[in-house]
Nanobody, 129 residues
Framework: QLQFVESGGGLVQPGGSLRLSCAASGLTLDYYAIGWFRQAPGKEREGVSCISSSGGTTNYADSVKGRFTISRDIAKNTVYLQMNSLKPEDAAVYYC??????????????????????WGQGTQVTVSS
C-alpha cells in the first residue's frame, strides 16, 4: 500500500532550522515526483517545493527560495526538506505528496497541489520565540 509519513516537525525559534522527512513505502521514488506543501490555520494549502522523479530537477516557491532545500535518499526511500532561517510565517502543517511521473515528465516537477493524488498526514512546524 502506497504511503507517505512525514516527521521532523516541532517548535523552533525564528532564524532556526528544521529538517523534515517524508518516508515513502509501497512505491519507489525513482518513479514519483514528490512535493512539499504547507497549510497554516485559515489559509489554503500551498506548494513549497518539489523534486522530480529523476531527482535532477527541483523547484521552490519564491517565499522559501534560498532558505529551503529539498533532497532525497533513494536507498532510504525518503525525501527531505531542510528549512533554514525560519520565519514565523513559515509556521504550518507540512505535507508531502507523490505523483507518478514517467517518460519526459521524469525531468519536471510542479508544486501545484491539485495534481498530486497521494498525500501524507502532515507534521506541525511552529516558529515562535
Amino acid at each position: 500500500q502506497l504511503q507517505f509519513v512525514e516527521s521532523g516537525g516541532g517548535l523552533v525559534q525564528p532564524g532556526g532550522s528544521l529538517r523534515l522527512s517524508c518516508a515513502a513505502s509501497g512505491l519507489t521514488l525513482d518513479y514519483y515526483a514528490i512535493g512539499w506543501f504547507r497549510q497554516a490555520p485559515g489559509k489554503e494549502r500551498e506548494g513549497v517545493s518539489c523534486i522530480s522523479s529523476s531527482g535532477g530537477t527541483t523547484n521552490y516557491a519564491d517565499s522559501v527560495k534560498g532558505r529551503f532545500t529539498i533532497s532525497r535518499d533513494i536507498a532510504k526511500n525518503t525525501v527531505y526538506l531542510q528549512m533554514n532561517s525560519l520565519k514565523p510565517e513559515d509556521a504550518a502543517v507540512y505535507y508531502c505528496a507523490g505523483l507518478i511521473s514517467s517518460g519526459s515528465r521524469r525531468y519536471q516537477c510542479s508544486y501545484s497541489r491539485q495534481i498530486y493524488p497521494y498525500w501524507g498526514q502532515g507534521t506541525q512546524v511552529t516558529v515562535s520565540s
